[in-house]
């Protein structure tokens, strides 16, 4: 089998904020930095995390996700999609207060993208630096949230009222932010991005967005909504161009969403060219891997590395499991990650930045040891 994705340890995450970036980020907040300010420091750290990625030896990168605060943000680059500035008296933290301000995105129109629209930066300005610095031989991945991401947030509790005024129907609602992907992934492609990744929010979503609340909300089961959000990816990535590599990345939780059997089968029957799974914190635990029966003649990334320990991760556990999922699919189709972010939406870690780098140095030496890479 030939691979699609020519390297086997993956970035699948956004990075720890770096203290550098943090302090600069609190600056912003209060009012001290300007927005010119804050990019510098970005920049900075970006092309610090590139460098270090080029002297472990990783063949792609990502900018970290150091120039976002959550991927809501890359919603309200999209025509007529902005945030709600909510009320916030009640509030007492200044986490909570965060995640009130990003409680809604407001439709005002129908939703289009054109990446030289006036009133909006560019989404792939941030990508466009990142190839500007990586160099060699090196390649640049772009990771957005999913096209389900959007239709959930938008259908969600706090945004479907006035969703609805735009968008009555499901379908007009499917059909817009299916073109609007389209124009997205095509932008990308002609700024030089072959590997772009499709992060899936949607089953790891909590309190009124839990997905079944938000599915009993619109009177549809989750299958069905499941349905529809295999049909929107598909009908995204019906124009992509085959030289470009595009995955889908799924949190561990929906794998428990309800029918595991039936939700694998419906989603992973999809046009993507790979899949990334989160496999939970269970690096000393087996793994059930059958949903990977699913995925036969595509790639797969393991999620294996924990995210959220500071421990050192146990090269032969890793290895062992990595074997394991080679029973059910050739082991030159799979590669190694971790699970997913290294940051929550508020921009909080569980881990320091040195462990993070530990774990990915540890992930680079598994990889020579299986793949000779």
């Not at 595991?260 to 635990?285: I, Q, V, Y």
Request: charged content about 25%.
């Amino acid at each position: 089998m030939a691979r699609t994705i020519p390297f086997s340890v993956d970035i699948t995450g956004n990075f720890v904020y770096s203290e550098a970036l943090t302090g600069a980020r609190k600056l912003f907040q209060d009012g001290v930095w300007s927005a010119v300010k804050l990019q510098e420091i970005e920049d900075k750290e970006i092309f610090r995390i590139v460098e270090k990625c080029k002297e472990i030896g990783l063949k792609c990168v990502t900018d970290g996700d150091y120039s976002s605060s959550s991927y809501i943000d890359f919603f309200h680059h999209l025509e007529n999609i902005s945030k709600q500035e909510a009320e916030v008296e009640n509030v007492e933290t200044e986490e909570a207060k965060e995640r009130n301000e990003n409680s809604e995105s407001v439709v005002s129109g129908k939703i289009d993208f054109d990446n030289h629209f006036l009133s909006t930066p560019p989404v792939t300005q941030h990508f466009t630096y990142l190839t500007g610095i990586i160099g060699g031989d090196m390649y640049a991945k772009a990771l957005l949230p999913s096209p389900t991401t959007l239709l959930v947030e938008l259908i969600r509790p706090e945004n479907r009222h006035n969703t609805n005024r735009f968008y009555p129907d499901m379908d007009m609602l499917v059909h817009d932010i299916a073109r609007t992907y389209r124009k997205v992934l095509s932008e990308f492609y002609n700024m030089g991005c072959r590997f772009l990744q499709f992060s899936d929010y949607t089953w790891s979503l909590t309190g009124d967005s839990d997905i079944q609340k938000i599915s009993e909300a619109v009177n549809i089961d989750i299958l069905t909504l499941a349905a529809t959000a295999a049909r929107l990816n598909d009908a995204c990535l019906e124009q992509k161009p085959l030289d470009m590599c595009v995955s889908l990345q799924f949190d561990n939780r929906w794998w428990s969403a309800g029918d595991k059997e039936k939700l694998a089968e419906t989603l992973l029957a999809s046009r993507a060219d790979a899949f990334a799974f989160d496999f939970g914190n269970r690096e000393n635990e087996n793994i059930d891997f059958s949903l990977l029966n699913y995925c036969q003649g595509k790639e797969v990334i393991l999620g294996l590395v924990s995210t959220s320990s500071n421990q050192p991760i146990s090269a032969s556990n890793i290895i062992h499991h990595i074997e394991t999922a080679a029973r059910l699919l050739p082991l030159e189709s799979l590669h190694l990650s971790s699970q997913g972010n290294f940051r929550d939406a508020n921009g909080n870690s569980s881990i320091t930045e040195q462990a993070m780098w530990n774990k990915i140095v540890a992930m680079k030496n598994i990889a020579k040891t299986v793949w000779g890479e």
